[in-house]
């Protein structure tokens, strides 16, 4: 297992997202629900409906107050010259210019053999239109034109507000998009900054970023210190200290000083780039809802052609022509799958924005779904419960000597040394050292190979190294510091000797113990998963049975029901996946390496987290953008909530139907409960209405670490 250098995404190893952002999402919304109108390429975008419905709101007006049966209405009495006129011909114009999305969208369902809510509209309209006409030349007694425009301008709207809230939820996308500069600070060889823009940079380019400014690409920096507000890739809310050699991420901002960064990667290659696909991809996929809402939208168009024309022979039968006409364009207009095309897709696309604000990347919505009833979680240890590289977590000093001082002198030792043990030790010795007693500076490094390294410090000799080097010098420990570094050993962490050497005699000043440290948000993790439902934690590891099962101590694990699988080999730990869906349990395994991609494929959800690599991404259902574990209670509480919103909005769209159509079709006519097409359309608009603000509760839901 890798040791965690990164906390953002990688950029590599993702096809490109095919298309600008906005066809992404709208191409999600033309497939649920039959909305084969709503792709934006044919101009049916929230700026189109906005436009029709004020003019169509413009036209109606006058056809409304014109109306003979509104002036019986409310007791008030017009006649001009040409008054007749208006509702024929203002009339024609609302079906024409403002019902043309819906004939649209309509005649596509028709040629796709996907019937759905474009074409019941469309089939509303026209009969309204072709009964207006028909009034018009004296076929029937109907004051029809008012309720044509009143039908069209309230379809208008509703579509207007369902496009609108949609293209908030995928605006997400913009948003990740509108955090790069435009323009950056390139730095020559000769040291002078010209500004460019973004498009203008290349690999291997030096960038300034002053405080304050975004990072313009993704790369390392090469000179300089700053806290860099990571959120936007994270949901990290606390700025993270980056220093020389660390990488940094295009639109992250340098809050408190300025930096030299050297680009890497650019434009699609970008970690952003990358989120900006998995997103889109996420709203553009569909789950086992989605496919329940599909098979009743079209089920729902046979249901309402059914009942359309068995209340038109009743009516005819039993009543009039005229009242036959209404009746049907009513059952036309209550059974549009308004509602019901709307109670996914905007979930869906509401539930992945919000994710990608928390730093949780979905890819796939069956993984989503599926989370909500894991009963299993399996966490890989190395870089996912613990940080991945080692630490001093423990320093003994001979009597007679200072921990603070044996602690500055082997940091002064190590300085030069490249080995992972050596820079934790120099790590420690820098955070540790005070002002007043600065790391002593060494000379005459030199590497024991396999043994340790030697250095002079203040003019004695000193080396640092592991038991091979203590029977080397024929060093023996101090009693006090052997039985320290002996449950230091025990506990799995590696252990270190600070040496003195004097003529042919080896003092040994102190020890140090280093370990992959435990993150410490990892037991909070654990202790939420719990809280969640989760049954069973599971931690999989190569280390030896002694070393898991004291790390599994600390993180809080409960004998009998949480679980260790240790020795395991990184080729194995599919196997331990698999034994455990054997049991019967639904499985999440959650890692960041290579060798965790078959185990996250095999899992019933995939979590990889830190970012990881391009593989365990791919192979990945979530992606978790930081290295946060409790990020993965989010994306169960997230799973929940986004599938609660989703059989709620299914219930009231298909139960709104199910009383509505028989209303429509006016079986309680006799107690003379009847509905308009007019008022229809303002229910079947209000369905809609009570669906989208039902899925924007999801924008509620708290998902990141600081939250929970």
């Not at 990072?215 to 300089?224: L, S, W």
């Not at 000597?401 to 044996?406: M, R």
């Not at 992959?516 to 280390?543: C, F, H, N, W, Y």
Request: aromatic letters at 6%.
């Amino acid at each position: 297992m890798r040791p965690e250098t990164t906390d953002h995404v990688p950029h590599g190893g993702h096809p490109p997202a095919g298309g600008d952002d906005s066809h992404a999402g709208h191409d999600s919304h033309a497939e649920h629900g039959g909305h084969g109108g709503h792709d934006k390429h044919a101009g049916h975008d929230p700026e189109m409906f906005r436009r029709k419905f004020w003019l169509s709101l413009a036209l109606t007006v006058p056809i409304v107050v014109t109306s003979s049966m509104v002036m019986d209405w409310f007791g008030y009495s017009l006649d001009f010259p040409g008054m007749s006129w208006i509702g024929p011909v203002l009339g024609s114009v609302v079906f024409g210019y403002g019902g043309w999305p819906f004939l649209v969208g309509g005649w596509r369902e028709v040629r796709d053999r996907a019937p759905g809510m474009m074409l019941l509209i469309s089939m509303a309209i026209t009969v309204a239109y072709l009964a207006s006409l028909a009034t018009t030349v004296g076929a029937f007694d109907l004051d029809f034109w008012w309720e044509l425009a009143a039908l069209v301008t309230i379809m208008l709207l509703g579509h207007w507000q369902e496009m609108k809230a949609i293209g908030q939820a995928q605006g997400a996308l913009a948003a990740l998009a509108a955090l790069l500069p435009d323009d950056a600070e390139r730095v020559a060889d000769d040291g002078s900054v010209a500004q460019v823009t973004v498009g203008d940079l290349r690999v291997g380019d030096l960038v300034l970023v002053r405080s304050g400014g975004r990072v313009p690409a993704d790369g390392r920096i090469a000179d300089g210190e700053a806290e860099l507000d990571e959120s936007m890739i994270t949901g990290e809310s606390r700025p993270v200290r980056r220093s020389t050699g660390d990488r940094v991420v295009a639109g992250t901002v340098a809050t408190d000083s300025a930096i030299r960064v050297r680009v890497d990667a650019l434009g699609e290659d970008t970690a952003l780039a990358g989120i900006q696909r998995l997103v889109a991809e996420a709203q553009a996929s569909s789950g086992r809802a989605q496919v329940l809402a599909d098979r009743f939208a079209a089920l729902l168009f046979y249901v309402a052609l059914a009942a359309a024309a068995l209340t038109f022979a009743a009516w005819s039968a039993f009543g009039s022509v005229d009242d036959a006409v209404i009746r049907t364009v009513t059952v036309l207009v209550i059974a549009c799958p308004h509602a019901l095309g709307l109670a996914i897709p905007l979930v869906i696309a509401l539930s992945t924005a919000v994710a990608a604000r928390a730093g949780i990347l979905v890819k796939d919505r069956l993984a989503l779904e599926r989370m909500r009833t894991v009963q299993a979680v399996l966490f890989d240890k190395t870089g996912t419960l613990t940080k991945g590289a080692h630490t001093v977590t423990g320093v003994a000093a001979a009597p007679g000597h200072d921990e603070a001082e044996v602690l500055r002198l082997a940091g002064a030792v190590e300085a030069d040394s490249e080995h992972p043990l050596a820079k934790a030790i120099v790590t420690a010795a820098g955070r540790d050292a005070a002002a007043a007693h600065p790391a002593p500076a060494a000379t005459d490094f030199r590497s024991l190979t396999g043994r340790g390294v030697q250095a002079t410090v203040g003019g004695n000799r000193y080396a640092v190294g592991g038991p091979a080097l203590l029977r080397e010098l024929d060093a023996e420990l101090p009693a006090e510091i052997e039985s320290v570094t002996r449950d230091w050993s025990a506990r799995g962490a590696a252990v270190l000797h600070l040496l003195r050497l004097a003529d042919d005699r080896a003092e040994v000043l102190g020890s140090f113990g280093l370990a992959d440290e435990i993150r410490p948000e990892a037991r909070q993790a654990i202790s939420q998963l719990r809280e969640q439902g989760v049954t069973k934690i599971v931690m999989i590891t190569g280390d030896a049975r002694p070393v898991a099962e004291a790390v599994a101590a600390d993180l809080g694990f409960r004998a009998g029901e949480d679980e260790v699988f240790a020795e395991v080999l990184p080729a194995d730990k599919d196997n331990a996946v698999a034994e455990l869906r054997n049991r019967g349990l639904t499985v999440a395994m959650v890692g960041d390496g290579v060798n965790d991609a078959p185990a996250l494929a095999r899992a019933d959800v995939g979590i990889a987290i830190g970012a990881g690599t391009d593989v365990a991404i791919e192979s990945a259902g979530v992606v978790l953008a930081s290295s946060d574990p409790r990020g993965v209670t989010g994306v169960i509480r997230l799973s929940k909530a986004s599938y609660r919103k989703m059989l709620q909005n299914l219930g009231w769209a298909a139960g709104y139907n199910v009383v509505a159509i028989p209303l429509a079709a006016g079986v309680l006519a006799w107690a003379g409960v009847t509905l308009s097409p007019a008022v229809g359309a303002i229910l079947m608009s209000a369905s809609t209405i009570v669906v989208a603000l039902n899925a924007q509760l999801l924008r509620r839901t708290r998902l990141t670490p600081q939250e929970q």
